[in-house]
């Protein structure tokens, strides 16, 4: 094991409920349990992570044919990151389903866990994403896929987020080509350390393989899992010439399969490590396929980005040498290698301030904007979909509602009003408007308009905190078209930091984790609108200071919006 499983990590569920008449199963839920044998294992006795995917691609395929009724391919699987290294003898369970159909492709959910049948304990390894298209045939194209219906209010919030993850995903790779072209960070190629560094040149692999049957589905294609099985395994090659023994893989980056492969095609896996951090180093690894018949030509399938660390006797992590890149794209890759470091550990500080972590405002980087925008909407889609909101009051068909989780009492008000749903969008995504049905908007001012969807703004408004009167709050406002029938109009708000709007002395600065509204259209002139707002101990002051006084207060913001909304209609531009 990598590290000991602590008591929380534990898997709560039951991994297998026997299924009767009156409980529900999602028709595509397809579960796969493998014991782990020497043959899946490296000479350490651990499974390969190799073989782990390779068996995590045929869980997920099996569950999107279901839905899709044809044969589908993979298409990407985002970013992983593995908690846990499995061993000989323990059970390795999957579990995948699919929590969404878009047009041709689809979003397959895995979870991942593992069992040590002599304890009976289980625990996480990870969870992952996984898209496939649905292709009609050999040799035909694409298939137009029927909707998927969820099932139950966790099926419907995963349905939801879904379309949030395929944004990013689909903006992935034109993010990152961006990112690392923008970085600042400089080659330390005069440091002492530099100097004595390993040559990269000294972990290049290359090999090749042959696509036979049965790495291929009955259609000839190649699976997914068996390209991302090798790949791994020659950049773990590529990784233990680094660092002169056998790393462990920490996480994966978003794998694309931009092209297919067949049977008989030769697969070109080549390896190289791009940069070495103080811990971990990262190996990036590129595959390539010569067609038959046509071997002089060869089409990009893949690449991916591993990042390994390396553990002491004592389970520690070791402390790495430095790498010297090879001139050319040796050093480009050793910076673009730093910016994906830098963006990984920022996405791993927007999911720990989710957690409730103080500070709650994440700092604005351009680096991390579209994860950013990403958590912003899903953390609204997540507090929208929760079961358990308690019906408090209701005033002039304001319908308040809340729900007490941990530390966090979060309040919702619906109302319907007569205004068709485009032009309400419009004008509550007007931040600048706020003011004129918003009491605590007392002074509005545009920080950064990010991109068409997106705006960080200061806002300053009245406290009941001690010590001043006024207080404010940084906000990052992103807003959401529906990507389908069915999905509301999403307008969600979350506190940033940044240099450009610093706290000052007279203004308390406060927080606010998650706010904001959806929409859905009822009829062709009426929406149904609900504002959240997750009243953390930090904003509780922003409306009065008890429960009843939160709710008056919130119903009549949500009257003076009503107003607002009736008022202002014919105004609203509506070219979305
Ligand atoms: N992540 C997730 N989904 C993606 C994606 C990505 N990086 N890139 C494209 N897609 C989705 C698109 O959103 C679209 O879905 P939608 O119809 O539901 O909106 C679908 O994939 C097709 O995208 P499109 O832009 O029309 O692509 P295309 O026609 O050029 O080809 C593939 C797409 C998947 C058919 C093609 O890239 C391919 O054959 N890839 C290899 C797949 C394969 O064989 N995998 C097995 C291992 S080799
Ligand atoms: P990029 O060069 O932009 O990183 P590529 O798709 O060409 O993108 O390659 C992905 C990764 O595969 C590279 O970062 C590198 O680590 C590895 N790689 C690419 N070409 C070679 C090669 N000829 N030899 C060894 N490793 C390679």
């Not at 999107?64 to 970013?79: I, K, L, Q, W, Y």
């Not at 002395?505 to 929406?527: K, M, N, P, Y």
Request: glycine share 6%.
């Amino acid at each position: 094991m990598m590290a000991e499983t602590k008591e929380s990590e534990l898997v709560e569920e039951p991994l297998f409920i026997w299924k009767t008449e009156d409980v529900y199963t999602n028709p595509t839920e397809v579960k796969m349990s493998q014991l782990i044998l020497p043959c899946h294992a490296n000479h350490r006795g651990e499974l390969s992570t190799g073989q782990l995917l390779k068996w995590m691609d045929t869980t997920a395929c099996l569950s999107a044919e279901r839905h899709a009724n044809c044969p589908c391919v993979t298409v990407s699987v985002d970013d992983i990151d593995f908690e846990h290294t499995l061993s000989i003898g323990q059970v390795v369970n999957f579990k995948a389903k699919v929590n969404r159909a878009f047009n041709t492709s689809l979003e397959v959910g895995i979870a991942i866990t593992c069992e040590d049948p002599s304890s009976g304990m289980q625990w996480k390894v990870c969870n992952a994403f996984a898209t496939f298209v649905a292709k009609g045939g050999k040799g035909l194209g694409k298939v137009q896929l029927k909707p998927m219906a969820p099932g139950t209010s966790e099926e419907q919030m995963e349905y939801s987020i879904a379309a949030e993850r395929r944004r990013m995903r689909l903006r992935h790779l034109e993010t990152i080509k961006d990112l690392v072209s923008s970085s600042t960070i400089q080659n330390e190629t005069n440091s002492e350390e530099y100097q004595s560094a390993v040559p990269a040149g000294k972990t290049r692999v290359e090999s090749i393989e042959l696509v036979l049957p049965p790495h291929a589905n009955h259609q000839g294609n190649t699976f997914g899992g068996q390209i991302m099985a090798w790949m791994e395994s020659v950049a773990a090659i590529s990784a233990s010439r680094f660092c002169k023994g056998h790393p462990v893989l920490k996480t994966i980056d978003m794998f694309h399969f931009r092209g297919p492969s067949n049977v008989g095609d030769r697969i070109s896996l080549k390896a190289i490590v791009n940069n070495a951090f103080k811990t971990s180093f990262e190996v990036g690894v590129c595959a390539e396929a010569y067609h038959q018949e046509v071997w002089d030509r060869k089409t990009h399938i893949n690449s991916a980005f591993l990042t390994f660390v390396m553990l002491g006797k004592d389970g520690e992590l070791s402390t790495l040498p430095c790498i010297k890149p090879e001139p050319g794209d040796g050093e480009r890759r050793y910076r673009e290698a730093s910016a994906r470091k830098k963006i990984r550990l920022d996405r791993k500080y927007i999911i720990s301030c989710k957690q409730t972590e103080v500070p709650l405002s994440v700092p604005w980087d351009p680096s991390n904007q579209v994860y950013l925008s990403y958590n912003n909407i899903s953390a609204l889609k997540m507090l929208a979909a929760k079961q358990n909101w308690v019906l408090n009051c209701t005033q002039n068909k304001a319908k308040l509602f809340t729900l007490e989780e941990g530390q966090f009492l979060s309040f919702k008000v619906e109302m319907s009003v007569s205004v068709n749903v485009k032009q309400v969008f419009t004008l509550l995504s007007d931040m600048s408007r706020r003011h004129e049905w918003d009491s605590h908007y007392q002074k509005f001012e545009l920080i950064q308009k990010v991109d068409e969807d997106d705006v960080i703004y200061h806002v300053i408004g009245p406290t009941h905190s001690k010590g001043s009167n006024f207080q404010d709050f940084v906000l990052l406002a992103s807003r959401r078209v529906p990507c389908a029938d069915g999905d509301p109009y999403l307008i969600a708000l979350r506190s940033v930091s940044l240099p450009a709007a610093p706290p000052t002395e007279d203004l308390v600065r406060s927080e606010v984790l998650c706010a904001g509204f959806t929409l859905w259209e009822e009829e062709d002139t009426q929406t149904r609108i609900t504002y959240y707002i997750q009243a953390t101990p930090g904003i509780l002051p922003y409306i009065t200071c008890n429960i009843t006084g939160l709710s008056a207060d919130l119903c009549k913001i949500i009257e003076a919006c009503h107003k607002f909304l009736e008022q202002n209609k014919d105004m609203a531009n509506v070219a979305l």
